[in-house]
């Protein structure tokens, strides 16, 4: 990573658990976990509580819509590591890969009812816009998301903005497509706690 | 009700960086969070993570360094962006849903 200290800056503890992980995933330990681990104090315990929130609390939505809408927002930001990462989440969650693909691929055209499609273009469009107006948010309402999705779905695009910015700030390394594999399994068994 | 859950894990990540402890100061971490009154070169960099994160370089990282900030005020001021930006699309979805449902109608 572009900080030596996010590299290299851990207890010998936590070195340890980094180690142990590696020998029992057989995979590296991906930089969105170190960076948690780092000074967790200041920022990664309250952001994998916010984060797990989000993603796995209580919510209208499936786990694996809202995979779906990380792995869209982070594609909207052109985040490598937090697109590959959360479109492995969201197939294997659904167990429909195509459909993943396709949603990504064009949303309008994607095989997903109309509340998910309009709901993933009101994120995609408050992340590259940074706005929104209150049209925006009836035509969701309309096809029918109710205003308690619509207010979890901004929990998801909010998480997602933070990280997919720290993951290209910060220089994620992007990881083989099994070590993608292994951090989704990893993610739906565990959460993001 | 959950949102309330969600909200107050939010606001409990944004309190503590910019009002816990820190290696960079309270003013610094307040400027980077909002993209704004930062000097140079680390306005640079801060600025790419607020609103291009993809274009941002090593250079940056080495030019904010070169101007005296430490990898760990770097860490958290990298992070006070990121999430500033977030918090500010936040508040927009937000008050985009308050003002679709003011007149009541939805559920």
Same mark, same amino acid.
């Given at each position: 990573?572009?900080?030596?200290?996010?590299?290299?800056?851990?207890?010998?503890?936590?070195?340890?658990?980094?180690?142990?992980?590696?020998?029992?995933?057989?995979?590296?330990?991906?930089?969105?976990?170190?960076?948690?681990?780092?000074?967790?104090?200041?920022?990664?315990?309250?952001?994998?509580?916010?984060?797990?929130?989000?993603?796995?609390?209580?919510?209208?939505?499936?786990?694996?819509?809202?995979?779906?809408?990380?792995?869209?927002?982070?594609?909207?930001?052109?985040?490598?590591?937090?697109?590959?990462?959360?479109?492995?989440?969201?197939?294997? /969650?659904?167990?429909?890969?195509?459909?993943? #693909?396709?949603? %990504? @691929? +064009?949303?309008?055209?994607?095989? =997903?009812?109309? &509340?998910?499609?309009?709901?993933?273009?009101?994120?995609?469009?408050?992340?590259?816009?940074?706005?929104?107006?209150?049209?925006?948010?009836r035509q969701v309402l309309a096809?029918?998301?109710?205003?308690?999705?619509?207010?979890?779905?901004? /929990?998801?695009?909010?998480?997602?903005?933070? #990280?997919?910015? %720290? @993951? +290209?700030?910060?220089?994620?390394? =992007?990881?083989? &497509?099994?070590?993608?594999?292994?951090?989704?399994?990893?993610?739906?068994?565990?959460?993001?706690? | 009700?959950?949102?309330?859950?969600?909200?107050?894990?939010?606001?409990?990540?944004?309190?503590?960086?910019?009002?816990?402890?820190?290696r960079s100061s309270a003013q610094?971490?307040?400027?980077?969070?909002?993209?704004?009154?930062?000097?140079?070169?680390?306005?640079?960099?801060?600025?790419?993570?607020?609103?291009?994160?993809?274009?941002?370089?090593?250079?940056?990282?080495?030019?904010?360094?070169?101007?005296?900030?430490?990898?760990?005020?770097?860490?958290?001021?990298?992070?006070?962006?990121?999430?500033?930006?977030?918090?500010?699309?936040?508040?927009?979805?937000?008050?985009?849903?308050?003002?679709?449902?003011?007149?009541?109608?939805?559920?």
């Amino acid at each position: 990573m572009r900080l030596d200290i996010l590299d290299h800056g851990y207890s010998p503890a936590t070195k340890l658990l980094f180690a142990l992980i590696r020998l029992f995933s057989g995979h590296p330990v991906p930089d969105a976990a170190k960076l948690a681990f780092y000074r967790p104090d200041f920022y990664g315990t309250r952001a994998k509580e916010f984060t797990h929130e989000a993603m796995r609390g209580p919510s209208a939505w499936s786990v694996g819509d809202r995979e779906l809408m990380a792995a869209y927002v982070s594609k909207v930001n052109g985040s490598a590591f937090c697109t590959a990462a959360h479109t492995a989440t969201a197939r294997r /969650a659904y167990q429909d890969g195509p459909m993943v #693909t396709a949603v %990504l @691929a +064009d949303l309008e055209s994607a095989p =997903v009812e109309e &509340p998910l499609r309009s709901t993933l273009r009101m994120l995609g469009k408050l992340t590259a816009e940074g706005k929104l107006s209150a049209e925006d948010m009836r035509q969701v309402l309309a096809v029918g998301a109710s205003r308690q999705q619509v207010k979890d779905a901004l /929990a998801v695009c909010v998480a997602f903005n933070t #990280t997919d910015r %720290l @993951a +290209d700030a910060f220089g994620f390394e =992007v990881l083989s &497509p099994e070590g993608f594999e292994a951090g989704a399994k990893y993610l739906l068994k565990r959460g993001y706690r | 009700m959950p949102d309330n859950k969600k909200q107050a894990a939010h606001r409990a990540l944004v309190d503590r960086i910019l009002n816990g402890e820190g290696r960079s100061s309270a003013q610094q971490r307040a400027r980077a969070f909002g993209n704004d009154g930062l000097p140079p070169p680390l306005n640079t960099l801060i600025g790419k993570v607020a609103t291009r994160p993809t274009q941002v370089t090593e250079a940056d990282f080495a030019a904010a360094k070169a101007s005296g900030f430490s990898e760990d005020q770097l860490f958290e001021l990298v992070i006070c962006a990121a999430v500033g930006q977030s918090a500010r699309l936040y508040e927009a979805g937000l008050t985009a849903l308050a003002e679709a449902t003011a007149n009541g109608g939805a559920r």
